[in-house]
T-cell receptor
Framework: AQSVTQPDIHITVSEGASLELRCNYS??????LFWYVQSPGQGLQLLLK??????LVQGIKGFEAEFKRSQSSFNLRKPSVHWSDAAEYFC??????????????FGKGTKLSVKP | DTAVSQTPKYLVTQMGNDKSIKCEQN?????MYWYKQDSKKFLKIMFS???????INETVPNRFSPKSPDKAHLNLHINSLELGDSAVYFC??????????FGPGTRLLVL
C-alpha cells in the first residue's frame, strides 16, 4: 500500500537558519510528489510538486525539494527561514487508483516553529 | 476571485442534526474531492468525483453523501451527526495529474 512518512512531528529553527523537512514515501511506480503548507486556521497551499524530469524542484516562497528514488525521499529545504514560515507542512503522494492517479495520500505533517 | 470556495467556514451543531457543506471551484477542473482533517491534523480522502461521477469512495459511513450537481460543485451532506464527525473538511479540485487546489476548509463542531 502506498504511504507517506514524515518522521519529524515538530521542528524548531531559528530565523535565518536553514531548514530541511524529511519525507519518505512507499510507492511502486514513479510517484507524483507534493509539498503543501497549512498556516493556522487556513487551507492548504501548494509549495511545489514533482512529476518527472529534474529531480530538484523549485517552489514558491524560496522552497525547494529533491526527489531521490534510491532513498524513496522527497525532502523539503529552505536556505534561510523567515518567521512567516511557521506552519504545518504536509508531504503527499498521488495515489494509484485503478491504474491512474487518484487522490492524494498525505503524511501526518511536520509542525515548524521559528525562533526569533 | 477565490479558486476553490467552501461554505460555511464554521459550523457548530448538535448531535443528530443533518447538515450540508458546499464547495465550488471556478478553475474549470473536472475532478473534485472531499478530505477530512482530524484533530491530529491527519488528512484523509473521503470522496472524489470526476465530471459529476463518483470515482473514489473511501470507507466513510453512509451518513455522508456527496452530491455533484455539475462539475464545478461538490456538496457534502451529513445525516445524524455524531461527536466523532467533528473535524475540518476540505474540498479540492484538479485537472489532469494530481495538482490539487484546496479550499479554505469548513470547521465542523458537533456538540
Amino acid at each position: 500500500a502506498q504511504s507517506v512518512t514524515q518522521p519529524d512531528i515538530h521542528i524548531t529553527v531559528s530565523e535565518g537558519a536553514s531548514l530541511e523537512l524529511r519525507c519518505n514515501y512507499s510507492y511502486g511506480a514513479t510517484p507524483y510528489l507534493f509539498w503543501y503548507v497549512q498556516s493556522p486556521g487556513q487551507g492548504l497551499q501548494l509549495l511545489l510538486k514533482y512529476f518527472s524530469g529534474d529531480t530538484l524542484v523549485q517552489g514558491i516562497k524560496g522552497f525547494e525539494a529533491e526527489f531521490k528514488r534510491s532513498q524513496s525521499s522527497f525532502n523539503l529545504r529552505k536556505p534561510s527561514v523567515h518567521w512567516s514560515d511557521a506552519a504545518e507542512y504536509f508531504c503527499a503522494v498521488g495515489a494509484d487508483y485503478g491504474g491512474s492517479q487518484g487522490n492524494l495520500i498525505f503524511g501526518k505533517g511536520t509542525k515548524l516553529s521559528v525562533k526569533p | 476571485d477565490t479558486a476553490v470556495s467552501q461554505t460555511p467556514k464554521y459550523l457548530v451543531t448538535q448531535m443528530g442534526n443533518d447538515k450540508s457543506i458546499k464547495c465550488e471551484q471556478n478553475l474549470g477542473h473536472d475532478t473534485m474531492y472531499w478530505y477530512k482533517q482530524d484533530s491530529k491534523k491527519f488528512l484523509k480522502i473521503m470522496f472524489s468525483y470526476n465530471n459529476k461521477e463518483l470515482i473514489i469512495n473511501e470507507t466513510v459511513p453512509n451518513r455522508f453523501s456527496p452530491k455533484s450537481p455539475d462539475k464545478a460543485h461538490l456538496n457534502l451532506h451529513i445525516n445524524s451527526l455524531e461527536l466523532g464527525d467533528s473535524a475540518v473538511y476540505f474540498c479540492a479540485s484538479s485537472q489532469g495529474p494530481q495538482t490539487q487546489y484546496f479550499g479554505p476548509g469548513t470547521r465542523l463542531l458537533v456538540l
